[in-house]
Antibody, heavy 119, light 110 residues
Framework: QVQLVESGGGVVQPGRSLRLSCAAS????????MHWVRQAPGEGLEWIAV????????YYADSVKGRFTISRDNSRNTLSLQMNSLRAEDTAVYYC????????????WGQGTLVTVSS | QSALTQPASVSGSPGQSITISCTGT?????????VSWYQQHPGKAPKLMIY???SRPSGVSSRFSGSKSGNTASLTISGLQAEDEADYYC??????????FGSGTKVTVL
């Protein structure tokens, strides 16, 4: 069965960096676009980044553009999110999500990893 | 960039039907058929309920249906059940090749 397992969350000071990972299994990872979506405590979902199946195309929400970098390693079935210059407003649960098909939505989600940005 | 607009809350009695709206623009909801809907129970990851405006993934109850008119998409839950009480989010692909989520709707079963 499809599994997505995020890791790397924790408490970090403003301005510092953190790298999240998502280990994928149960499907052919290299065939699907992959996304990061976050949810601040008590708030709604916010889409933040996507990488195409081959990793060549990447798009970001304005709120993280220039600070966050999405990447993937298809040989290791791993998705990553490098987060730099973190701000208090980046505090959220970060989910990785598998694309159902091109542009159609996200059919599998991880359990999420909590990132807290605080001094 | 801004989230798609959803009502903050919708409620209904068991057995009734409710509809949740999701309003965007011609650059997102109105520009193509890549609208999806998600159900999220407290403390859980979201679950895909509808994709491509009207399609249901395998395993999702036929009580859930989607539609779209112009810049507004809708999710209808028929035969409301206690287990349907959750937060619901719409999402749309956009002409800028990014995605938006809706602001979220809390569904309460009375």
């Amino acid at each position: 069965q499809v599994q997505l397992v995020e890791s790397g969350g924790g408490v970090v000071q403003p301005g510092r960096s953190l790298r999240l990972s998502c280990a994928a299994s149960g499907f052919t990872f290299s065939r699907y676009g992959m996304h990061w979506v976050r949810q601040a405590p008590g708030e709604g979902l916010e889409w933040i980044a996507v990488t195409s199946s081959d990793g060549r195309l990447k798009y970001y929400a304005d709120s993280v553009k220039g600070r966050f970098t999405i990447s993937r390693d298809n040989s290791r079935n791993t998705l990553s999110l490098q987060m730099n210059s973190l701000r208090a407003e980046d505090t959220a649960v970060y989910y990785c999500a598998k694309e159902f098909s091109d542009y159609t939505g996200f059919d599998y989600w991880g359990q999420g990893t909590l990132v807290t940005v605080s001094s | 960039q801004s989230a798609l607009t959803q009502p903050a809350s919708v409620s209904g009695s068991p057995g009734q039907s409710i509809t949740i709206s999701c309003t965007g623009t011609s650059s997102d909801v109105g520009g193509h058929n890549y609208v999806s809907w998600y159900q999220q129970h407290p403390g859980k990851a979201p679950k895909l309920m509808i994709y491509d405006v009207t399609s249901r993934p395998s395993g999702v109850s036929s009580r859930f249906s989607g539609s779209k008119s112009g810049n507004t998409a809708s999710l209808t839950i028929s035969g409301l059940q206690a287990e349907d009480e959750a937060d619901y989010y719409c999402s749309s692909y956009t002409s800028s090749r990014i995605y938006f989520f809706g602001s979220g709707t809390k569904v309460t079963v009375l």
